[in-house]
Structures are given as structure tokens and as C-alpha cells.
């Protein structure tokens, strides 16, 4: 999955500061494109063929008080409208308003059950909550018991694999910020080697110094499960 979602709290986000120009080259090589509906609307060609997971939630934004407290911004006609496979919605299990969340995302499975569309879950994860595989699995493992179709959540280097196991539903990597190109091939490739079904990888991807080459490597890691170096020479080689 190819995140550009971001500009709902960053705006224009570096990378994505033109976001037709940096994402219309990419989307041969994605499996499922996430992003908002504005950007859908205005932004990608409604003749392409390639399952779309619409952003649902929102309205903080990166220079507010409270970035993580999102609400609903989606509904469920619009992403029908939109032709969308799925919604996604973000959850802040252990923050002050996670009740707020948790509740919104149980709204948003009843809602998408009615028509068979997917909810992923993010597990949003605030600056001083740890990244570790104890909080992950309470966070991914409370998505599923919601209602969650598949729950996209971080990756963590110790014992990522109970992650995984303990959550019933498909678990797609989050990429997180961005980091050299070998360390994102290796963290997608142990987390598909834990069990994760795919990745869900925007700044790794669009904040490459080559953004084509680097998703055709992480596309290798993913489908034919390419090791890390290999893949980074699949990268260099398809560089520019």
C-alpha cells in the first residue's frame, strides 16, 4: 500500500509538495493507493484501476494542540461515491481522548459492514508512548475486537512476531519517518518475515532520493520476499 495520506495534518508535506507529479509514477507499482478523498478528486485519474483506501479521520492538524485527537471526516456515501475498497481511521489507544477513537472506529465498522467495505485501524502512536511490542499488541489486538478488518501499525525490533500473532486480523507495517533506504528494506522485509501481510510505506517511498526505484524494491521485498541488500541493488540499479 502506497500512503500519501499525509497532507491532512502536514499539508504540503515534503515530497508531496506536488502531488500529482510524484505520485502518478508510482502507482504502477502499488497494490492499494491510501489517501484522502480531496487529493482522489482532484489529483489521480479516475480510469485508474487500483483499490483505494480513503483517510476517514482528521481534524487536527501538525502545528495544533492536540495533533492525535482526530474525528470522523469521511462518510460512508462519499467513499462509495468514490469507488473506494476500504476506509481508514485512527486509533490513540493510551492517550486522553482514546475512548473518543475507539468509539469512532466501532461507528465506522457498522457503517462499512453494511456495504463490504474494509476498515483498517491505525494504531496512531503518540511521542511519549513507547514503540515496543507490548503496547503494539494491546493497540493492534483492541483494533481487531472493534471491528477492524486489517491494522496497519508500527514495526518494533523485539518481538515484532507476538505482534503479529496475537492480532486475528491481517497486519500491515506502517513506515513511519523517513530513514536510509537499506533500513526501510530491512524493516519491511522483517516485518513480512514475522508474518505482517504487506506494508503500508509513504515518506520511505515519495522522501527517496529515487521514489520509483525505491518502490519496486519494496515491492520485491514484499512479493518475492528479496533480502534487504539484494533489494538495495535492485534500488541502485533502477536509480536515476
Not at 32 to 59: F, N
Not at 118 to 124: E, G, L, M
Request: aromatic fraction near 6%; charge should be negative.
Amino acid at each position: 500500500m502506497l500512503a500519501v495520506d499525509h497532507g491532512y495534518f502536514l499539508g504540503p508535506t515534503s515530497g508531496l509538495e506536488d502531488f500529482k507529479s510524484t505520485v502518478s509514477p508510482l502507482l504502477p507499482y502499488a497494490d492499494t493507493l491510501m489517501l484522502t478523498r480531496g487529493m482522489l478528486r482532484t489529483c489521480v485519474d479516475p480510469l485508474l484501476d487500483i483499490p483505494i483506501v480513503l483517510r476517514a479521520s482528521g481534524g487536527t492538524s501538525i502545528i495544533g494542540k492536540s495533533l492525535l485527537h482526530e474525528g470522523i471526516t469521511l462518510s460512508m456515501e462519499d467513499a462509495l461515491r468514490l469507488n473506494a475498497a476500504g476506509i481508514a481511521y485512527s486509533i490513540t489507544v493510551g492517550m486522553d481522548w482514546e475512548r473518543d477513537t475507539i468509539l469512532d472506529l466501532s461507528r465506522l465498522v457498522d457503517q462499512a459492514e453494511r456495504y463490504g467495505m474494509v476498515v483498517v485501524a491505525v494504531t496512531a502512536v503518540g511521542k511519549d508512548l513507547a514503540k515496543d511490542a507490548r503496547y503494539l499488541s494491546l493497540a493492534s489486538r483492541m483494533a481487531a475486537e472493534h471491528g477492524a478488518h486489517i491494522v496497519k501499525t508500527y514495526y518494533c525490533d523485539k518481538d515484532f512476531q507476538k505482534v503479529v500473532e496475537s492480532c486475528p486480523v491481517p497486519i500491515v507495517m506502517a513506515g513511519g519517518k523517513k530513514i536510509s533506504e537499506i533500513e526501510a528494506l530491512s524493516m519491511a522485509y522483517n516485518a513480512i518475515q514475522a508474518g505482517a501481510v504487506g506494508v503500508d510505506m509513504g515518506r520511505n517511498i515519495f522522501q527517496s532520493k529515487d521514489p520509483v526505484a525505491m518502490i519496486q524494491a519494496i515491492r520485491a521485498v514484499v512479493h518475492d520476499e528479496m533480502a534487504p541488500k539484494e533489494a538495495l541493488n535492485l534500488y541502485n540499479s533502477l536509480k536515476k
